[in-house]
């Protein structure tokens, strides 16, 4: 039944996609050389145990919260050579950071936190194995400390292994909050679960955190490309396709973001075996995921029509780059999603989509047009010691840099010789 559906299914996410423009034309600059950067310490007398997330609290206070994999959210110090953090948000003591891809994984605020005091976590928990996707609020007395007693579970997702967690948030412009979910873990999508529309595995989804239904602690949005009103009519009464799901054919989404300028939604998918790659999301888009990896077909189990492709992918080896259509991209394993550059520091990176592989440390970047690479290239040189696993971004649009070296870093030009 899958696979005699799975095609109707794939042609109506095609057409749903299509109403999501493309980006609009690139300025001048789209096909000029990218800028040879460097890492500054943004922190430098402060140390940080495996940071994920940064993020800017929407309220005017100007404060940056950053995530810790073993579950703590701190604030960082106003002053950049501060030495306190202060702790804002702790459920250590549950114990979320078993394994290297488990943890306090996701952390967005509500776009309305200033008066809401809303915030969204992703955390792993163990018997049974699940990925906890939760609301709480800040204190009503204190800005500076989450009310754990707030908490309020929106979905909870029991799974087999306990890699392929993804578990980015992110809001939309739209409002909505767009969650990523890996392919429930192993190697190679043993359950196929990439092309499953039936589970949650393997997507983007997109829920509605403010207005509960009747069936679940949160809304779907009628827009979203797989409710019932949205898909063909020959699927059976019995047919049960998540209506979460947003984009589909995702393996392992580490990290996504959206545009501050533009609104589009940019996620990095790590691969199998082969190669990492890029995929610029759109409405009820099938990434292709285990049927193919990137650019290149993986399993024959079944033909599928109408995958979305990469904008961009780089191979695990030297020989897989120069087989690509990267073939200046430098080999990597472990592909780690940033954010497209929208701040003032840097005027040449401006429009680049910037991002890490988390094996070779170092830092690469791309311009786009039309969902096609114009340019592309190194920003910071690897370097293995980093472990870059996370980026973050301020409201004014400067990207940070969030390895497990213990530091913080700032994208800066590089210094005169």
């Known amino acids: 039944m899958l696979n005699s559906l799975l095609p109707n299914l794939t042609r109506c996410a095609a057409l749903l996609g299509l109403v999501c423009a493309l980006p609009a034309p690139a300025p001048a600059q789209e096909d ?20 994920l997330c940064l993020e800017e609290a929407p309220d005017e206070s100007h404060r940056c919260f950053l995530t810790e994999q073993a579950g703590r959210v701190l604030i960082l110090p106003a002053d950049r050579e501060g030495a306190e953090t202060k702790t804002f948000f702790d459920i250590t003591d549950r114990r979320p950071y078993q394994k ?97 529309l039936n589970f949650l595995f393997a997507k983007i989804l997109r829920i509605d955190v403010d207005h509960p239904d009747a069936k679940r602690p949160y809304g779907i949005p009628q827009d979203n490309p797989f409710t019932r009103a949205n ?15 947003w984009a589909f054919g995702l393996r392992n989404v580490w990290r996504m973001s959206f545009d501050q300028k533009t609104g589009e939604l940019w996620a990095a998918d790590v691969g199998q075996d082969n190669y ?87 830092v690469f970047g791309f311009r786009a047009s039309g969902g096609k690479v114009t340019s592309y290239g190194t920003l910071v040189r690897p370097n293995p010691i980093r472990r ?23 994208l800066v030009e590089p210094a005169a010789k």
Do not use: M
């Open 231 to 245: 898909l063909p009519r020959n699927l059976p009464d019995t047919w049960s396709v998540r209506p979460e799901t």
């Open 276 to 362: 990492e790659e890029v995929d610029l999301i759109l409405k009820g888009g099938n990434y292709g995921w285990s049927v193919a990896e990137a650019f290149h077909p993986f399993k024959e189990t079944f033909a599928q029509p109408n995958l979305l492709e990469p904008v961009l992918e780089y191979g695990h080896s030297p020989q897989l780059v120069q087989e690509s259509k990267f073939p200046k991209h430098p080999p990597g394993q472990s592909i780690t999603g940033g954010f497209v550059y929208r701040g003032k520091k840097l005027p040449a990176l401006a429009g680049v989509y910037v991002y890490a592989d988390y094996v070779n440390g170092g």
């Open 100 to 196: 290297d891809e488990e943890g306090l994984l996701g952390f967005a605020f509500h776009p309305k936190f200033k008066e809401n005091r809303k915030f969204y976590v992703f955390y792993t928990q163990q018997d049974p194995k699940r990925s906890v996707i939760s609301e709480f609020q800040a204190s009503a007395t204190d800005p500076g400390q989450a009310d754990l007693k707030t908490e309020r579970i929106l979905l909870t997702i029991e799974k087999p292994y306990w890699n392929h967690n993804g578990g980015c948030l992110a809001f939309g412009p739209d409002g909505y909050l767009y969650i990523s979910v890996g392919d429930s873990g192993d190697g190679k999508d043993p359950h196929n679960f990439g092309q499953s």
């Open 32 to 51: 000029a050389p990218l800028p040879t950067l460097a890492l500054k310490s943004a922190y430098p007398k402060i140390n940080f145990k495996r940071p």
């Open 388 to 410: 870059i696993a996370g980026f973050g971004q301020d409201l004014a649009g400067e990207i940070y840099v969030l390895p497990f070296d213990g530091h913080i870093y700032d």
